[in-house]
């Protein structure tokens, strides 16, 4: 099970960016996918996760009404489109995966589940 990021960049303050993460060595439709962060000095943060169903798609409050997730598994990729972006917003983005969910509609943006991890892409915003 491999999990690739990618898509970050430098950008400024209200721009956008695309991440994507391509799996492989799996069948994505059986697992459900998040998006995380980190940046320096503070804890990684659930940004985004989607369950294998895709009936339920969940946010982090920070990023509601400006992030969308999106999964295509026949091409094996998820996307985070990422718009209005903030400094806040800086930070390594990971994508996990998890397939211990009991029901398929369910994913969540606690850490715990997920046991495949990428190896993260850089988001810089400047004011």
């Known amino acids: 099970v491999q999990l690739q990021a990618s898509g970050g960049g430098l950008v400024q303050t209200g721009g956008s960016l695309r991440l994507s993460c391509e799996a492989s060595?799996?069948?994505?439709?059986?697992?459900?996918i998040a998006w995380f962060r980190q940046a320096p000095g503070k804890e990684r943060e659930g940004v985004s996760c989607?369950?294998?169903?895709?009936?339920?798609?969940l946010y982090a409050d920070s990023v509601k009404g400006r992030f969308t997730m999106s999964r295509d598994n026949a091409k094996k990729l998820v996307y985070l489109q990422m718009n209005s972006l903030k400094v806040e917003d800086t930070a390594v983005y990971y994508c996990?995966?998890?397939?211990?969910?009991?029901?398929?509609?369910?994913?969540?943006?606690?850490?715990?589940?997920?046991?495949?991890w990428g190896q993260g892409t850089q988001v810089t915003v400047s004011s």
């Open positions: 996990a995966a998890a397939n211990t969910f009991e029901l398929w509609d369910l994913c969540s943006l606690n850490s715990g589940p997920y046991g495949y």
């Open positions: 060595g799996f069948t994505l439709d059986y697992y459900a």
């Open positions: 989607i369950s294998r169903s895709d009936g339920r798609l």
